[in-house]
């Protein structure tokens, strides 16, 4: 569960569980008489939820195909784009396959068909859509919206001395709280999980809208950065230090971030993390494990002129490799937004979905706390990253993270890069 919706992005709302196939046998009557099968890759189902939702999709695409088997490859996800790109080289491709929004599935558009006229009457229904577009086309429909919110601990706070009611809003509030953790408590201020380098990408969009101004932030959005200016190598700077200042849990390097890393937030290791929205290491899940004590805070001011954004996009959605099944494709990404299906599993899996008329049935405050942020959010800005800078970038930030690297090094290297 390497880079959920992320790029991540991570993002994810299904996980491996590794090269399994099953099939939905051809229906019976009803329908129209169109037969064949539709081959669908994506990396399984996580849990009961899961399955439940994938059940609910297949259902409203056979209400459609009565007579179209669909075969879905389940492959693990610590292999899946490597696998995917195999396939597809040796003519063995699906007809669809599961992408991560954002560098996952904008790398790869020279291998998609454009949906843009297909899916067009689905744009005021629902948000997200920046991560599956490029060059002003379509490519898949968002499924559920992922991001970065920062989840913390209120009776960790409250030990330290610390107002949990009020968390902080500033870098100097945050830095102080930290000192206050680890100075009266026995925990870190952060759960971090470095082992796959994605430390880095959840600490760049989580706190992005606090550094750069809005101009900057929607240049880079637009692929107008740059690495060694002011506000970018700050970032880098803020990651270093944080380290150095021991905001983190010992071995982060070596810590996988999924799940080992939320599991010392969920454990009540530490006092903050920055987590997910959908999928995994999200409020549902934090909630099982703390309740009451859960809280949600948006990113912090870190510069003036900025304005605070929860870094959020769309998560996952599937796009299509095999344009002579079209028509069947697109219904299969239609089936995957079904209002319905979507709905059952926003409750059920703890998914922010990208369905803007679907309400968040809960009260589990930090959920409701994160939908009013929605409506101003901004996309993550690691996932404007080409994949190769985003390989770089990992591998940095595990080195910063130990001082191996100069922060004026790294920010040389990426901007490299970049061209």
Known sequence: MATAALGLGVALVLTGCGGAATSTPSASG???????KLVVW?????????????????????????????????????????????????????????????????????????????????????????????????????????????????????????????????????TAACDAILAETDKSCFALGNKEGLGIEFFLSGFASGLFTPEEYDAWIDGDRDWTSEHATQALQL???????????????????????????????????????????????FDEFLGKDLGFMMPVTVNDGTTLALPVEGGIGYGVLNPDKLDLAVDWIRSTVDHDALAAYSLAGGQITSDTTIELDTDIQSAQDIVSELPESKPLLHTALSGETLDLLHRLGQQLLIGEVTVEDAASQLADSEG
């Open 30 to 36: 009803g329908g129209d008489e169109e037969s064949g």
């Open 239 to 285: 990651w270093q230090d944080t380290s150095e200042q021991g905001w983190y849990n010992d071995g982060a390097n070596s810590t996988a971030m999924f799940n080992d890393s939320f599991d010392l937030f969920s454990a009540g290791e530490a006092a903050m993390v920055i987590g997910l929205t959908s999928g995994i290491a999200h409020w549902k899940q």
């Open 42 to 174: 994506n990396w399984g189902s996580a849990d009961e939820a899961a399955t439940a939702f994938e059940e609910d999709v297949l259902a409203a695409f056979n209400e459609k195909h009565p007579n179209v088997e669909v075969e879905i490859v389940s492959q693990p996800f610590d292999q899946y784009y490597t696998l995917l790109g195999t396939a597809i080289e040796s003519g063995t491709g699906p007809d669809l396959a599961l992408f991560n929004g954002g560098t996952q599935l904008k790398s790869r558009v020279d291998m998609l068909t454009p949906v843009t006229e297909e899916l067009a009457d689905l744009e005021e229904t629902l948000a997200g859509w920046p991560a599956f577009q490029a060059d002003g086309e379509t490519y898949s429909a968002p499924m559920f919206l992922q991001g970065f919110p920062i989840y913390f601990n209120k009776a960790i706070f409250e030990a330290a001395g610390l107002d949990a009611d009020n968390p902080p809003t500033t870098w100097e509030d945050l």
